[in-house]
């Protein structure tokens, strides 16, 4: 059984959708795109610095449009994907790609909500200096009371030993300089605020209003959702979770569980791909990943995709 995933914020880096622009009709999408959104996702994906990528009103776009733009090279149709894929997931706003994905909503929606989305979320992290850091390493048992202690946030627990926290800047230097016993290392991220925290509060309710008059559809894979790794059937219910998940952790561990309740055996992550198939690697043994970073990979999914796509009952 195939699950295909969408990375989230963090897995971006300058130039990296270059090489998808050569293939037929990407440009004019993301082009399409650009003028429904108001932001150039051609310039920023192949022409913008490190520093303006990581901005979250660029990032997150640039994000959902890579995913978008690498899964639809390899299911053309609804059908297709359907049929091919057991499970669909995306981690943090990766969830809009595979909302899309799964039918619920259309990818033009998808990008007008991702590009709300991360203006409301950059405008909540301007208010007060805030960040995240990926604690690789430890025990639960011994992290989470940890980071209660500096007042901080788990607001990814991503398996695989690995949880991010998040919260004031202050909060994180802390946590750099007095690290949970038992954790290998602490990395601060390339993110520009305390994403999954009640510090996203603000963009909440400036999601609740841009999701209001949305055009919804029941999904027509198994979708997976953040909130605590459930399978989500119903459309409605599902862009509520999108919505409030801005302001509550990701629970990707349990996505991970329930992959693997389903009798997952393949596992393919959409451009641009690496974050979310190395967590597979040491939390899924024995299930086969590939990760689309540029179009040379496709071949090798569609192979893979050939292999794995009858969905486990």
Not at 152 to 163: C, E, F, H, M, R
Request: charged content about 20%.
């Amino acid at each position: 059984m195939l699950v295909l995933v969408a990375p989230g914020q963090g897995a971006q880096t300058p130039g990296f959708l270059t090489p998808w622009l050569d293939l037929p009709g990407v440009e004019d999408r993301l082009r399409a795109w650009s003028a429904a959104i108001d932001l150039d996702l051609v310039h920023y994906g192949t022409k913008a610095d490190e520093e303006e990528i990581r901005d979250t009103a660029v990032a997150q776009p640039l994000l959902v449009a890579s995913a978008l733009i690498s899964a639809r090279q390899l299911f053309a149709t609804a059908d297709d994907f359907a049929a091919q894929v057991g499970a669909a997931a995306g981690h943090s706003v990766g969830e809009l790609a595979a909302a899309a994905l799964a039918g619920t909503i259309s990818d033009e929606a998808a990008m007008e909500l991702v590009r709300r989305r991360g203006q409301a979320m950059a405008e909540a992290a301007a208010v007060t200096e805030t960040g995240m850091a990926a604690l690789l390493g430890g025990d639960e048992a011994v992290v989470l009371p940890h980071l209660e202690q500096l007042g901080l946030t788990p607001a990814n627990v991503n398996g695989a030993g690995q949880i991010v926290a998040a919260g004031t800047a202050e909060q994180i230097a802390a946590l750099v300089e007095n690290k949970p016993e038992g954790t290998r290392r602490v990395v601060p991220l390339k993110v520009a605020g305390a994403f999954h925290t009640h510090h996203m509060a603000p963009a909440v309710s400036a999601l609740e209003s841009a999701t209001a008059q949305l055009s919804v559809a029941d999904p027509h894979t198994r979708y997976v959702s953040n909130k605590d790794g459930q399978l989500v059937s119903s459309g409605q219910e599902l862009v509520q979770r999108l919505v409030g998940q801005v302001a509550n952790p990701v629970r990707w561990d349990l996505c991970m569980e329930t992959f693997k309740a389903l009798g997952v055996t393949a596992l393919i992550e959409a451009a641009p791909g690496g974050t979310l198939t190395g967590l597979a690697k040491r939390a899924l043994p024995g299930v086969q990943t590939l990760a689309l970073k540029t179009p040379d990979d496709l071949d090798a999914a569609r192979t893979l995709i050939a292999e794995h796509s009858a969905p486990a009952e």
